[in-house]
C-alpha cells in the first residue's frame, strides 16, 4: 500500500529565503508525481507535474526533482515571497492504478 | 483550459437532511472523477471514483449508500450526502482526470465545497 510522507509538516522561513519541501513515498513503481498549492479553505492548485520517467521539472521560482528508486521528490522554491504561504502537497498515482495518493502536506509560511 | 467547477461553494443543512454537491468539467470531457474528503489541517482522502455510465468505486471505510454518486456524462458528476450529521461536516473537493496536450494523465481539481451540518 503506497504512503506519501511530505516533510517538515511546517515551516515559517524570512522572505528571500530559499527552500526545500520533502515528499518521499514508499512505493517506487509510480506512474508520476504532482505538487499542488492549497490556500486556507480553497481547492488545489497544480504547480507541477513529474512523469516517472522525468527527473525534474521547473515553473518560475520552482523546482521539482523526482528519484523514484529511493522514493523522493522535492520542491525548491526560490527567493520566497509572502505570497508563498499556503499549503503544499505532493501526489503519488502509481502505475496501473487511477488513484492519487495525497502526502499530508507541508504548511509554508513566508514572513515579510 | 482544464478547468473544473463545483457548486456549491459552501452549504449549511440541518442533520438528517441531503446534500447534493456538483462536480463539472468546462472546457473537456472527462471519463473518470473522484471525489475527495479533507478535513481541517489534514490532507485529501480519496472516497470514491467516478466512472461515467457505471457505478463508483468506493475506497475502503466509505458508506456507498450514505455517499451517493453519480456520474451521468461526461462533464458532470454528483455526490449526495444522505441523511447529513455532523459528523460529516467537512471540506469535500472533487477532481476530474484528463489527458493533457503532453499526452500526460493529470487530475484537475475543483475549489472544494465546504458542508457543514448543524
Known amino acids: 500500500k503506497q504512503e506519501v510522507t511530505q516533510i517538515p509538516a511546517a515551516l515559517s522561513v524570512p522572505e528571500g529565503e530559499n527552500l526545500v519541501l520533502n515528499c518521499s513515498f514508499t512505493?517506487?513503481?509510480?506512474?508520476?508525481l504532482q505538487w499542488f498549492r492549497q490556500d486556507p479553505g480553497k481547492g488545489l492548485t497544480s504547480l507541477l507535474l513529474i512523469q516517472s520517467s522525468q527527473r525534474e521539472q521547473t515553473s518560475g521560482r520552482l523546482n521539482a526533482s523526482l528519484d523514484k528508486s529511493s522514493g523522493r521528490s522535492t520542491l525548491y522554491i526560490a527567493a520566497s515571497q509572502p505570497g508563498d504561504s499556503a499549503t503544499y502537497l505532493c501526489?503519488?498515482?502509481?502505475?496501473?492504478?487511477?488513484?492519487?495518493?495525497f502526502g499530508t502536506g507541508t504548511r509554508l509560511k513566508v514572513l515579510a | 483550459g482544464a478547468v473544473v467547477s463545483q457548486h456549491p461553494s459552501r452549504v449549511i443543512c440541518k442533520s438528517g437532511t441531503s446534500v447534493k454537491i456538483e462536480c463539472r468539467s468546462l472546457d473537456f470531457q472527462a471519463t473518470t472523477m473522484f471525489w475527495y474528503r479533507q478535513f481541517p489541517k489534514q490532507s485529501l482522502m480519496l472516497m470514491a471514483t467516478?466512472?461515467?455510465?457505471?457505478?463508483?468505486?468506493?475506497e475502503q471505510g466509505v458508506e456507498k449508500d450514505k455517499f451517493l454518486i453519480n456520474h451521468a456524462s461526461l462533464t458532470l458528476s454528483t455526490l449526495t450526502v444522505t441523511s447529513a450529521h455532523p459528523e460529516d461536516s467537512s471540506f469535500y473537493i472533487c477532481s476530474a482526470s484528463s489527458v493533457g496536450l503532453a499526452g500526460v494523465d493529470e487530475q484537475f481539481f475543483g475549489p472544494g465545497t465546504r458542508l457543514t451540518v448543524l
Open positions: 512505493d517506487s513503481a509510480i506512474y508520476n
Open positions: 501526489a503519488v498515482k502509481g502505475s496501473g492504478t487511477y488513484k492519487y495518493i
Open positions: 467516478s466512472n461515467e455510465g457505471s457505478k463508483a468505486t468506493y
